[in-house]
C-alpha cells in the first residue's frame, strides 16, 4: 500500500466521525484511519510513506515510480499485476480568509458526515453554492441546525427545478441571492470555533456579519486522476468509470475504490464498502492469472468504452468467473 507521506485521506482532517459503524459515541477521523492502517499491517500489508508520481499501466506487470526511490536508471521502484485506486477527490475550498483557522472547527465540505456533530446542534448554519449538492445539503443540515441560510452567488439556483421547490419551500432555510462570503469569524484561540461569516450582496454592495456555527462548502470536487489520465476512462468530471456494481475498470487488473470513482455518496463507510469490492475483485483476478486462466490485458479501450457509453451498451471488460465466488 502506497499511502504517501501524509496519509489517511480527508478523514485524518475530521475531528469527529459520527456515522462510521461500531462507533456508537463516534470517533476522531484519524485515529479511525490509525486503526485501519494498524490492522492492514498486522495482516502482512507493507506500508510505503512515500509519494507515487507515475504510472504505466500499458502492460503487465504495471509499472509504478516513487517520489524519491525510482530503480536504478529510473528504473521503476515497484510493479505491480493487480492496482487499487484509491487516490480519492478534494472539495474545492474557496480560501476564505479565516478559513484554515476554522476548517473542520465550523467548516466543512460535507454536511452528511458532519452535520449531525453537537457543535451544529440547534444553531445557525451556512451553505455555499447553489446546485443540486447545495440544495440537499441545506435540507439536510435542517434536521440539525436551528436556521440553514444558502448564498448563492449568482440571482438563480442552478439545482433541478424539483430539488428547487424543496428547498425554497423549507421553513427553516433562507436563501440569499447574489451574496458571497469574505471572511470566517470565532473564538481566536487555538482549536476555537466558528461563530461568525461576514457576507456581502454582490449587487447593493452591502456588507455584514451574521452569526453562523458552522459553514458547509457545496462547490464541487476535483477526484485525483493526474496518476492515470489517458490511461484509464475517465469521466467528464475526471472520476474513474468503473463497471455497475464493480470495481473494474477499462484496463483489467486496475481497480478503483472510494471516492475517485464515486461522486454521489462520498462517504467513509461506501469508500471501505468498494475498497473491499476491489481487494476481493484484486485477489480474484491474481488468482485466476495465476492459474493460467489470464484474462485478455485489454479488452476494451478507452475509446471504443466511451462509444460503446454513448451508444447506450455496457463496455465489455469481463473476467472469466465472477470475483466473489
Known sequence: MAGGT???GQLTTTTDVENYPGFPTGVGGAELMENMRAQSVRFGTEVITETVTRVDLSSRPFKIWKEYADGPEQEAAHTADALIIATGANARRLDLPGEEKYWQNGISACAVCDGAVPIFRNKPLFVIGGGDSAAEEAIFLTKYGSKVTVLVRKDKLRASKTMANRLLSNAKVEVKFNTVALEVLGEPEPMGLMKRLKIKNVVTGL??????DGLFYAVGHDPATALVKGQLETDDEGYVVTK?????TSVPGV?????VQDKRYRQAITSAGSGCI????AEKFIAESEGGDEPPLVTTSIEQSSTAKEEGKAPEYEYSTNPLL
Not at 207 to 212: M, S, T
Open 278 to 281: 476491489a481487494a476481493l475483485e
Open 255 to 259: 481497480f478503483a475504490a472510494g471516492d
Open 244 to 248: 455497475p456494481g464493480t470495481s473494474y
Open 6 to 8: 501524509a496519509a489517511g
Open 207 to 212: 456588507e455584514e456579519v451574521v452569526d453562523a
